[in-house]
C-alpha cells in the first residue's frame, strides 16, 4: 500500500520519500528532476541568471580567516 499525502488535493508539499521541488515544493518529476516542470526549472534558471541567488563569501581578514594557518 503506498500512502498519501492526507487527502488535500491543493497541497504543494512532496509526499514523504519524495524530493520536492526546490521553486514550488511539488513533487520532483523524472523528466525535469529535481524540479516538477520545465517551468519551475527555467524560473530557478532565471534566479540565478539575475543574481538573486548568492554564494556569500566572506573578506579577506574578517574573523581570522584566509590567514596563514602556519600560526600553530
Given at each position: 500500500?503506498?500512502?498519501?499525502?492526507?487527502?488535500?488535493?491543493?497541497?504543494?508539499?512532496?509526499?514523504?520519500?519524495?524530493?520536492?521541488?526546490?521553486?514550488?515544493?511539488?513533487?520532483?518529476e523524472a523528466a525535469h528532476?529535481?524540479?516538477?516542470?520545465?517551468?519551475?526549472?527555467k524560473v530557478d534558471l532565471?534566479?540565478?541568471?539575475?543574481?538573486?541567488?548568492?554564494?556569500?563569501?566572506?573578506e579577506p581578514g574578517q574573523?581570522?580567516?584566509?590567514?596563514?594557518?602556519?600560526?600553530?
Open positions: 500500500m503506498t500512502q498519501t499525502g492526507g487527502g488535500s488535493g491543493g497541497s504543494k508539499r512532496a509526499v514523504a520519500g519524495q524530493a520536492a521541488c526546490p521553486v514550488c515544493g511539488k513533487p520532483a528532476r529535481p524540479f516538477c516542470s520545465d517551468r519551475c526549472r532565471n534566479r540565478w541568471l539575475s543574481e538573486a541567488y548568492r554564494v556569500p563569501a566572506a574573523n581570522g580567516e584566509n590567514q596563514s594557518e602556519s600560526e600553530d
